[in-house]
């Protein structure tokens, strides 16, 4: 039996440059029970002959599938955004495997098709503006002898891990009144860890009451958070990027409501309109 909780999920490709690539990973959503596949300014014919070549049986996944110019316009109406990196650098975000960091995104009080998992350019991956948009980023440990992933490889893995937390309830559901030996076999062992990475962020629990912004929200206030810094003089332009992404950080970790978010720009638009009355009267 499916998850329905699979339906609140988009699995977005920025960039996409293989067609092949494309319909592997359509491929394996079908297989995983996920459906939603997000295009942002692909760099190929995602529903081509290659495409559909690789996808199989799962053409519907191509042709259904969301096609958007930026990052931000897919991730417009989400409430929680994940985002890979093949790359060890320096960032704000602890790196966390999949196993530890995916199942957040199958919460129980989130709305229908609210969560991303954001995967980046078969050649660079994501930008680090991009990965500023994610509440959490994941890091899929490989050998050092050749750790870099294919696209189509990285989808299908955390795809599986998706896959096995839905199992995981079903199965524990219907176990009840076995033996246990069935829920010893899905204690999975967990993927390691540096013991030098910092602690994994702490993003607080929801509840039936508590319903997070949305990201394109979160992006308006952000956005107008920078310029009314930028206008009092906390930020000056070429610091801006990297002090306004600790402020992401901070605004991820806590989760703001929609009531939250608007009461803060609230704030800001008044040391607006009073910045503006004291230069007037100069």
């Known amino acids: 039996m499916l998850d329905p909780r699979f339906a609140n999920l988009r699995i977005v490709l920025v960039e ?9 990973i359509a491929r394996i959503m079908k297989n995983m029970g996920l459906s939603h596949l997000v295009l942002v300014n692909p760099q190929c014919d995602p529903i081509g002959a290659e495409a559909r070549q690789m996808a199989v049986h799962a053409p519907e996944i191509l042709e259904t599938a969301t096609i958007v110019a930026t990052l931000p316009e897919a991730l417009i109406g989400c409430q929680r955004a994940i985002a890979t990196t093949g790359l060890q650098r320096p960032l704000t975000t602890p790196l966390e495997p999949p196993r530890t960091a995916l199942p957040w995104l199958l919460g129980d009080q989130i709305q229908p098709d609210s969560a991303a998992l954001i995967f980046g350019r078969e050649d660079r991956g994501l930008t680090n503006e991009e990965l500023n948009y994610a509440h959490r980023l994941i890091y899929i440990p490989s050998s050092p002898i050749y750790p870099s992933l294919n696209l189509a490889q990285a989808v299908a893995i955390c795809c599986y891990e998706l896959f096995l937390i839905g199992d995981e309830g079903d199965r524990a559901d219907g176990d009840d009144k076995g033996d246990g030996e069935a829920k010893r076999s899905l204690s999975l062992p967990s993927l390691p860890t540096s013991s030098s990475s910092p602690p994994l962020p702490s993003l607080p629990p929801l509840s039936s009451t508590h319903i997070p912004a949305t990201l394109d929200t979160l992006e308006g206030f952000y956005q107008h958070l920078e310029a009314v810094l930028l206008q009092i003089g906390y930020l000056y332009p070429h610091t801006a990027a990297s002090r306004m992404e600790k402020f992401r950080r901070l605004f991820h970790r806590s989760l703001p ?6 009461m ?14 004291n230069y007037d009267r100069q």
């Open 16 to 24: 996409p440059a293989g067609a092949l690539n494309v319909g592997s």
């Open 257 to 262: 409501t929609p009531e939250e978010v608007a």
């Open 264 to 277: 803060l720009r609230g704030i800001l638009s008044q040391v607006q309109w009073t910045v503006k009355q």
